[in-house]
């Protein structure tokens, strides 16, 4: 079992930055591909940014590509994700997860979630 439990979250204004973190227990996550992933009021909950256990792949949405920098921390169980010049549109709960398959960006293909954290950007 992995526990995740991520914080950061905040309001901020537009062009704004905040830094989400996400420490895991449990079990060690350097065997674990990891992911954020978001979740707006009314919508699905979509992928953010992925990185693999080594953290020699790592892929982002196009929606912020160029924006948010994901990166990891496999000594102290820890997954980061950046996120510089935000939106309106980033306003979303995000959640980390953990995943010890092959896939990537459904939600379906992670075994662990975290509570989520609120970000919410001003415009």
């Known amino acids: 079992q992995v526990q995740l439990v991520e914080s950061g979250g905040g309001l901020v204004q537009a062009g704004g930055s905040l830094r989400l973190s996400c420490a895991a227990s449990g079990r060690a996550i350097s065997i674990y591909t990891m992911g954020w992933f978001r979740q707006a009021p009314g919508k699905e909950r979509e992928f953010v940014a992925v990185?693999?256990?080594?953290?020699?792949?790592?892929y982002y949405a196009d929606s912020v590509k160029g924006r948010f920098t994901i990166s990891r921390d496999n000594a102290k169980n820890t997954v980061s994700l950046q996120m510089n010049s935000l939106k309106p549109e980033d306003t979303a709960v995000y959640y980390c997860a953990a995943n010890r398959g092959s896939g990537w960006s459904n939600p379906d293909d992670y075994d662990y979630w975290g509570q989520g954290t609120q970000v919410t950007v001003s415009s």
């Open positions: 990185i693999t256990w080594s953290g020699g792949w790592i």
